[in-house]
């Protein structure tokens, strides 16, 4: 066995959270969103350059739907949301919504707010849904990219969830990354990571 690790898939309502956790699951997509009425506990066993790893993926918003995550009396108790004892982040939004970025940039900060002093940081993968309707994005990739990667110091990655595009990759991408902060001093993981880029895999 290799482990447990917690992920938190977080972002603005209507965003794609769920779908993009269906098909990571379940290979499915709903074509009708449906409101996620209160967070959802998921629980894979994730096969990762040949450890096993159980994970508990938590899905929900961190603010009540149609609400905005700018005000501190709009938030939740973080000890509520697990944004404490969370091992990796998963912050999507929809490319073509500049509100819901913004969303993704207030939770991002809220999360370095209420990490307890002295606890290892929490690895920030954020993720551009709806990669399918990239005609009606509002802004390049690029310069979201570099804005994210270097101002943020998180990751970026784009996806579509109706296609199942690059969903594997971005839990893979997460999952190392989380690895390798919890074990520093084994850098073959890095390695491991570059020879294997395509092995993971759900039990």
Known sequence: MGGSLRVAVLGAPGVGKTAIIRQFLFGDYPERHRPTNGPRLYRPAVLLDGAVYDLSIRDGDVAGPGSSPGGPEEWPDAKDWSLQDTDAFVLVYDICSPDSFDYVKALRQRIAETRPAGAPE??????????????????????????????????????????NWHVLRLFRELLRCALVRARPAHPALRLQGALHPARCSLM
């Open 122 to 163: 929490a690895p920030i993968l954020v993720v551009g849904n709806k990669r399918d309707r990239q005609r009606l994005r509002f802004g390049p990739r690029r310069a979201l990219a570099a804005l994210v990667r270097r101002g943020w110091r998180c990751g970026y990655l784009e996806c579509s969830a109706k296609y």
